[in-house]
């Protein structure tokens, strides 16, 4: 086989993981509405939920079916308890909109203006806003138990799923301790770059890569050599992840992050990029930087200004240069760990795929 057509072959793979996972959840959710919601209360969640879970790239469950395979042979049910950590995924957006008052995900409305629309269009009474706001959490609350439910009914017996459970439930506690984290980490108090990448790890990095491997890895039960070869690897794709992540939220097209380009900073992230901005800025820069720091909003002229400054800087390269050493470090983990062919092949594609650059 060729090089082309083993890549070919890899992706279309890949493609079909992600056709079964999203019909699994949007099944599974749909079946979960029809249950438990009546009256008027069915009338957005009857469609706005399982169109939710439906629209992501699937990449949580994605690592961690890769990770299954690193050990056992291709499973239903295994796929359909990697398909849980898209609800629990679908858990934390619901809940970080809120948190961050963020108006679209996914190019779509956010959840919680989904729900403070109909709650306007139907003249109920009380501010719509603060409706949509708790109808978002609650909805998030959902997820998170649909989640562990579409796990324990997967189909993997009990011993199987005995060995997953301490890292699914490390893989929680994690993302709440980093979320909390990254509300404290304010970018007008510009913590440090240590602190930063704290959190990524805890929040984004961890949960996105690392614990999903090793979450699938687990349950398979892999041997420990690889499954510190698979948290190697995971630890350092999942924060080159959230670089790009993070350059994405200052330069990205919306058309591909469905957000409003500069969202991350009117939202006053203390992403990567701006620390590593702070970090790198001279005093002309710096005196800039605090000035727009201390605006109250930050408008389309302030989020271009904002971009000059963190190109000008040089932050924008060097977390683009950060990134790439991660990957390039992550792959030669992959060479030494003498993993079967397709999840070798799997995870270099999704190394790649989930840190494309932001050109």
Not at 79 to 96: G, K, M, N, P, T
Not at 143 to 167: D, I, K, N
Not at 199 to 222: D, H, I, M
Not at 338 to 353: F, H, I, M, S
């Amino acid at each position: 086989m060729t090089v082309t057509s083993a890549a070919d072959a890899t992706t279309a793979w890949l493609a079909h993981l992600r056709r079964k996972c999203a019909d699994d959840v949007r099944e599974f959710v749909g079946d979960r509405v029809r249950e438990h919601f009546t009256g008027r209360a069915a009338t957005p969640a009857a469609t706005a939920l399982p169109e939710f879970v439906a629209g992501g790239k699937f990449l949580r469950p994605l690592f961690a079916y890769t990770g299954w395979c690193c050990g056992a042979p291709d499973d239903e049910a295994a796929l359909r308890a990697a398909s849980a950590l898209e609800l629990l995924h679908c858990f934390a957006l619901a809940q970080d909109d809120v948190m961050d008052g963020s108006e679209r995900r996914r190019g779509r409305p956010a959840l919680h203006v989904t729900f403070a629309r109909w709650h306007a269009e139907t003249g109920l009474g009380g501010s719509a806003a603060r409706f949509g706001e708790s109808a978002a959490i609650l909805a998030g609350d959902l997820f998170l138990v649909w989640s562990e439910q579409l796990l324990r009914g997967s189909g993997l017996p009990a011993g199987t799923l005995a060995r997953g459970w301490p890292v699914y439930d490390h893989l929680r506690s994690e993302l709440a301790v980093g979320q909390l984290g990254d509300l404290v980490n304010d970018a007008r108090a510009l913590p440090a770059w240590g602190d930063v990448l704290d959190v990524v790890r805890r929040k984004s990095g961890n949960y996105t890569v690392r614990r999903p491997l090793e979450f699938g890895a687990a349950l398979a039960g892999c041997d420990e050599r690889v499954r510190a070869a698979l948290g190697t690897y995971g630890g350092l794709v999942g924060e080159a992840f959230q670089f790009r992540d993070d350059l994405l939220g200052v330069f990205g097209d919306p058309a591909v992050t469905g957000k409003p380009v500069g969202d991350d900073l009117r939202e006053r992230k203390a992403s990567t990029v701006v620390v590593l901005a702070a970090e790198l800025a001279g005093p002309r820069q710096r005196a800039e930087l605090a000035d727009l720091l201390a605006l109250d909003v930050v408008d389309a002229a302030a989020v271009e200004r904002w971009q000059r400054l963190i190109t000008a800087t040089g932050a924008r390269d060097q977390l683009e240069k950060f990134a790439d050493e991660r990957v390039r470090h992550a792959l030669e983990a992959l060479d030494l760990a003498g993993l079967p062919q397709r999840p070798a092949d799997a995870l270099t594609t999704l190394a790649l795929r989930c840190t494309e650059r932001v050109r």
